[in-house]
Every structure is written in structure tokens, then in C-alpha cells.
């Protein structure tokens, strides 16, 4: 079975300096790994995927993660905030693409505030 | 451009009415998906299906059921609505086993 962790259910930063949101994983497979982002009143949107290829993933908006089959991690990160990143991040995992059609596991979110 | 589209943005039902809710998707994929999204539970799996047809319960499927009859339809049935059912309901779909698009998502008040 899957499971995903994140370790912050809110993080605040102020504009301009570094996101770091945490997610850890269990999975007896290999995972493919998803960060979404969903802005208020807004659906979910896609940030950027791992599925065994590079483990450093960059995504859209300048956020990028890196899997760490070692440490059952997948961060995510970016080097400066800006006011418009502020919304609520989920990790997500699944087994492999290629092992079948499998629904994604969720994390509980962490809502990112950005203070000016 | 993937669109998954949701029937409504907000619904108010009462206690004990049956209730709809409808997804379409565009781009023919086979997967379809219906969680509810409830603040600090993330987002929890009630139902999909991988073909016309055909359903698998998810994590919480008790007081749901789902109907495929067309690809690009996938409809979430309240058949004796709760008040906790009350939540935003969001429907995905998939090609494979491939990126999952959401639409924007229903947010259902039951009174």
C-alpha cells in the first residue's frame, strides 16, 4: 500500500526568500509522484511529476523537487516566493505508470501563506 | 487543452434528497475519478472507473454510488443526502496510467 506524508500542514514565508515544503512517502512499489497546487476556489493544477526518470524535477512557476529513494522523499522547493505562490500544496503518490491504472494517494496539504 | 468540467459550482440540498453530480471530460480518457475534499483530510478517494461500466470503490465509497454509461461521463449519486455530505466534490480523469486533470470542483451544502 501507498501512503504520503507531509510534514507541515501550513508554512509561512516572506516574499522573496526560500519555500521548502516537506513530503514523505511509503510505497512497496516503485512511485510516481505528483505535487498539485490549488489556488482559492480553484481546481487542482498540476506543479511537476516524478516518474523514475531524473530525480531532480523541475516544474512550472520555478518550483522544483527532488526524489530521495533513500530518505522516502520528495520536496518541494523554490528559491524565491512570490505573493501569488501563496495556496495549498499536495503530494501525491501512485504506484509506477507502468505497473497500471492506480488512483493517486494524497497528502493532507500544506497551505503556504506568503507575507510581504 | 485537457477540460474536465463539473455540472455546478455550488449546490444546497436538504437532508434525505437524492443528488446529482455530473463530470464530463473532453480528451477520451478511459479513468475517471470522484474525491471529496475536506480541510485537513486532503483529498480522499469515494469512486472510479476505468471504462464505460465499470466502477471500483474507493476509500470512502458508503452513501455514494457512481453511473458510467458514456466515456466522457462520469456522474457521483447521493441516493439520501447527509449532512455530512457536505464538502467540495472534485472529479478527475486519466489517460492511462498517466497525469490526473481535475476540474474546478462542486461545493455541496446539505442542510
Known amino acids: 500500500a501507498q501512503s504520503v506524508t507531509q510534514l507541515d500542514s501550513h508554512v509561512s514565508v516572506s516574499e522573496g526568500t526560500p519555500v521548502l515544503l516537506r513530503c514523505n512517502y511509503s510505497?512497496?512499489?516503485?512511485?510516481?509522484l505528483f505535487w498539485y497546487v490549488q489556488h482559492p476556489n480553484k481546481g487542482l493544477q498540476l506543479l511537476l511529476k516524478?516518474?523514475?526518470?531524473?530525480?531532480l524535477v523541475k516544474g512550472i512557476n520555478g518550483f522544483e523537487a527532488e526524489f530521495k529513494k533513500s530518505e522516502t522523499s520528495f520536496h518541494l522547493t523554490k528559491p524565491s516566493a512570490h505573493m501569488s505562490d501563496a495556496a495549498e500544496y499536495f503530494c501525491?503518490?501512485?504506484?509506477?505508470?507502468?505497473?497500471?491504472?492506480?488512483?493517486?494517494?494524497f497528502g493532507k496539504g500544506t497551505r503556504l501563506s506568503v507575507i510581504a | 487543452d485537457v477540460k474536465v468540467t463539473q455540472s455546478s459550482r455550488y449546490l444546497v440540498k436538504r437532508t434525505g434528497e437524492k443528488v446529482f453530480l455530473e463530470c464530463v471530460q473532453d480528451?477520451?480518457?478511459?479513468?475517471m475519478f470522484w474525491y471529496r475534499q475536506d480541510p485537513g483530510l486532503g483529498l480522499r478517494l469515494i469512486y472510479f472507473?476505468?471504462?464505460?461500466?465499470?466502477?471500483e470503490k474507493g476509500d470512502i465509497p458508503e452513501g455514494y454510488s457512481v453511473s458510467r454509461e458514456k466515456k466522457e461521463r462520469f456522474s457521483l449519486i447521493l441516493e439520501s443526502a447527509s449532512t455530512n455530505q457536505t464538502s467540495m466534490y472534485l472529479c478527475?480523469?486519466?489517460?492511462?496510467?498517466?497525469?490526473?486533470?481535475f476540474g474546478p470542483g462542486t461545493r455541496l451544502l446539505v442542510l
Open positions: 478527475a480523469s486519466s489517460k492511462g496510467g498517466e497525469t490526473q486533470y
Open positions: 510505497s512497496s512499489y516503485s512511485p510516481s
Open positions: 516524478y516518474t523514475s526518470a531524473a530525480t
Open positions: 501525491v503518490v501512485t504506484l509506477n505508470a507502468f505497473s497500471g491504472n492506480t488512483p493517486l494517494v
Open positions: 480528451m477520451d480518457h478511459e479513468n
Open positions: 472507473s476505468y471504462d464505460v461500466k465499470m466502477k
